[in-house]
T-cell receptor
């Protein structure tokens, strides 16, 4: 069973607010990812990290930022949320040389 | 650019009625093809990885197969608990591990 946790599960906020989505994993995985998924649509990679102090942008442009100060923790931050940021954000982790991803349960963000 | 197309978009089966889901892909050098299961409101759960044409993997009522252009997920005698969205994803040799391109998924509903 995968041990990767996301908080909050659901968040409704007003435009202009700063938000941070938390993601933690206890498997000791070096690689972590943030995917974005709209209802009925594909998952798109927005950020990934190879390890501590490593962050890269994914294929889908995003106004969010990430940090990786500890192996187990990969938070995503939106400085000023807008309605276009409304989506589900999925965090995942994996061992270095594999595409087998372990996903969290997701954070569903609604910006009014 | 890697592309993944899944069909059908939705599939409704009676319990015990076997069927197949299709995943067509174009990728520059396939490193791996992945099947995930996603329940409503949850993150995807890893099912299978296939690496080369002709490879097959089985798990309970599910069997995944791979050719050079597509993959099939065969469901034998499905049960209502098999109802979920099934996602296909590819990882190309030109990218880092874990950067997956996902299809939009097939929503499977199994009626008792």
């Amino acid at each position: 069973e995968a041990d990767i946790y996301q908080t909050p599960r659901y968040l409704v906020i007003g435009t202009g607010k700063k938000i941070t989505l938390e993601c933690s994993q206890t498997m000791g995985h070096d690689k972590m990812y943030w995917y974005q998924q709209d209802p009925g649509m594909e998952l798109h990679l927005i950020h990934y990290s190879y390890g501590v102090n490593s962050t890269e942008k994914g294929d889908l442009s995003s106004e969010s930022t990430v940090s990786r100060i500890r192996t187990e923790h990969f938070p995503l931050t939106l400085e000023s949320a807008r309605p276009s940021h409304t989506s589900q954000y999925l965090c995942a982790s994996s061992e270095l040389r594999t595409g087998e991803l372990f996903f969290g349960e997701g954070s569903r963000l609604t910006v009014l | 650019e890697d592309q993944v197309t899944q069909s059908p978009e939705a599939l409704r089966l009676q319990e015990g009625e076997s069927s197949s889901l299709n995943c067509s892909y174009t990728v520059s050098g396939l490193r791996g093809l992945f099947w995930y299961r996603q329940d409503p409101g949850k993150g995807p759960e890893f099912l299978f990885t296939l690496y080369s044409a002709g490879e097959e993997k089985e798990k309970e009522r599910l069997k995944a197969t791979l050719t050079k252009k597509e993959s099939f997920l065969h469901i034998t005698a499905p049960k209502p608990e098999d109802s979920a969205t099934y996602l296909c994803a590819v990882e190309s040799g030109g990218t880092s591990y874990g950067k997956l391109t996902f299809g939009q998924g097939t929503i499977l509903t199994v009626h008792p």
